[in-house]
């Protein structure tokens, strides 16, 4: 007898299992996977861990939750679907839409505590749209929320500075957010050049950065 002829017929159960196993191995490995699914399998991926460190921090960061129910109170609760994650351009890892919205970038973050970050420096401009009513086109406006963002969200921490390559020991904290506020004011389209973006920010400097709303002080 031929030993092949031997052999039990396949399950047909046990071969979709089998294939089903094949597609979870290659969108693991990238191995039998064209380009194009490939670079598809690594954005759901990027999606996946993007929205698990979202629903985590909107459940248990101190700062991200604190934002949210000052917003609430404020008339402006928002749902875990007024954040969105996807994908962006390298230059940013979030934005505000006055619209109601705060994009995450997915597959920018260094870590969780980088997109909590992020997540609250967006909560600080949603929180001052529903405020202070904002005109994103008066460069003054855009320059105190930038100024107030980048100073209580984290982003101009000691460490987060230090990994940009900015070591200063005296007023550190200060430089950063006045950095910051200016390469955000200049990419506004109302702002015709850097000095119009520093002139902005100086502006309104110190009343904004001594505005720590909702927080009692710099988180």
Known sequence: MDPASSAPPIDPSESR???RWLRTAASITGIGLTAEERS??????????????KNELMNYSPSVVFMLKHLKMSGCPVSPSNIACAPCDMTRS???HPAGAIILCQG?????KHMEDTLTHELIH???HCKFNVDWYNLR???CSEIRANSLSGDCRFMRE?????????????ACVRRRAVLSVRVNPSCPDEAAAERAVNEVWESCFNDTRPFD???
């Open 17 to 19: 299992a089998f294939k």
């Open 40 to 53: 598809r399998s690594a954005e759901g991926q990027k999606f996946r861990n993007c929205e698990k460190w």
């Open 94 to 96: 979030g934005g505000f």
């Open 108 to 112: 920018h973050f260094m870590d969780k």
């Open 126 to 128: 949603m929180y001052d």
């Open 141 to 143: 406006h855009h320059a």
């Open 162 to 174: 230090l990994g940009r390559g900015f070591v200063a020991f005296s007023k550190q904290h200060q």
């Open 217 to 219: 002080e710099i988180y």
